[in-house]
């Protein structure tokens, strides 16, 4: 039996604002952070991590939020926890005065995030295995119990759940083996990208990726369209156009929907394949907008993503229900952990739309390789 004695959170941050690393349009001097949650228990060999990522101030009220929800699991015993995750779930997002600050969104959904992801991570360890394969390993009616269907059923029933991840049983062996093989699914970079690198370091860097073997890069655009055309001009330089790699660009929120459309048009020569957060996360119509606006440029069709600042499954339930998005981008922290992530991906396997997982920042890279392996294998068979 294990038993959760302690709960405690972390304010660890990283001074990445000194030399631009993860600037973007919007957001130009990020101080990359995390909100760490630990989970002790009654074997002191045994503890759970998660961690929730902002970017800087404000932190420490994500910590903040850690400490209220921390008395919903202390002394409970892991296991009936984790016997049925829906009902956690509801538990954890339903706190009577807590739920007013949300609900299930901002600050208090942020921290949830750390809470569930540490739980998960326990829970891991218990079973030996990584949380990928700990969802791999399940039955369709075991993740459909991972799951809080109120406010989705209308569109997304734990029947409909149950067929997407039958469906899904063919093939998933050889999936597992591929994920294992370290074959499951491509990863991209923005190392090269951020706004604030100057046109020699951004050159070098993407020759270093292009090196390293990767073949999809994004660069931030958003905030001067002759300076977002010149580095994407460099960036095809390196890249080229008939080598295999793919370009994909993210304005972080800046634009309106009109700016959006505009600019991405005059973009559209560099062939992106997509272009992430054209505009406010909670602009539905925006997006379908923007979407049908880039359906027929000059030079092709430019996808339209985003997901990171968007909240809660309800929100991506609507992106979808409006066809709004090409590629949906849940963030594992910002919709309070791996639960929701499934509920998502669930949303968008319903829909056929495919997932690239928020990544960056602290700690995201190895959430997104989990919860990136779990649609492949599991749930979407997409790589």
């Keep these: 039996m294990v ?25 130009l001097s990020p101080d990359y952070s995390a909100a760490f ?14 961690m929730t990522f902002t970017i800087g101030r404000g932190n420490e009220l994500v910590c903040g939020a850690v400490d209220l929800l921390a008395p919903l699991i202390q002394g409970k015993n892991l296991s009936e926890l984790t016997k049925n995750w829906g009902k956690t779930w509801r538990y954890l997002t339903s706190d ?34 990584p949380v990928w394969r700990v969802v ?9 119990q991972c799951i809080d269907f109120r406010y989705i059923s209308d569109v997304l029933s734990p029947n ?24 499951a699914v491509p990863a991209y970079t923005t190392s090269a990208g951020w706004l604030g690198y100057g046109e020699e370091k951004m050159k070098k860097l993407l020759q270093e990726s292009v090196q390293e073997g ?17 580095r994407l001009k460099i960036a095809r330089d390196v890249l080229g156009y008939d080598k295999g790699n793919v370009l994909m660009v993210d304005a972080n929120q800046v634009w309106s929907v009109t700016e959006a459309i505009t600019h991405m048009n005059a973009l559209a020569e560099f062939k992106p394949w997509f ?11 925006g997006h379908a907008a923007i979407r049908q606006g880039l359906s027929n440029t000059t030079h092709g069709a430019i996808a339209v993503a985003t997901g990171e600042m968007c909240q809660n499954r309800v929100m991506f339930k609507q992106l979808l229900q409006a066809g709004a998005v090409d590629i949906i981008q849940p963030d594992a922290c910002r919709v309070g952990g791996v639960n929701e ?27 997104t390789q989990h919860l990136s392996t779990i649609d492949y294998v599991v749930i979407s068979g997409r790589g």
């Design 341 to 367: 992530v499934l509920a998502i991906l669930l949303l968008a396997a319903k829909f056929n739309v495919p997932i690239v997982p928020h990544s960056g920042g602290v700690g995201l890279p190895e959430y």
């Design 3 to 27: 038993i959760i004695k302690t709960i405690t959170s972390h304010d660890v941050r990283f001074p990445t604002s000194l030399d631009k690393a993860g600037s973007d349009g919007m957001n």
């Design 275 to 285: 272009i992430e957060e054209p505009t406010s996360p909670d602009d539905i119509l």
């Design 37 to 50: 949650c630990v989970l002790t228990t009654n074997d002191p060999n045994l503890t759970g991590h998660g």
């Design 136 to 144: 791999a390993d399940m039955t369709p009616e075991e993740v459909v």
């Design 160 to 183: 409909d759940a149950l067929e997407i991840l039958r469906a899904a049983q063919k093939g998933k062996a050889d999936r597992i083996q591929e994920a294992l093989n370290n074959h």
């Design 214 to 230: 990767f073949k999809y890069f994004k660069l931030k655009v958003g905030t001067d369209l002759e300076e977002d055309r010149q």
């Design 96 to 129: 009577s005065q807590l739920r007013w600050v949300g609900p299930e969104k901002g600050v208090i959904h942020l921290a949830l995030g750390a809470l569930v992801n540490a739980i998960w991570d326990l829970w891991a360890k218990t079973l030996g295995k």
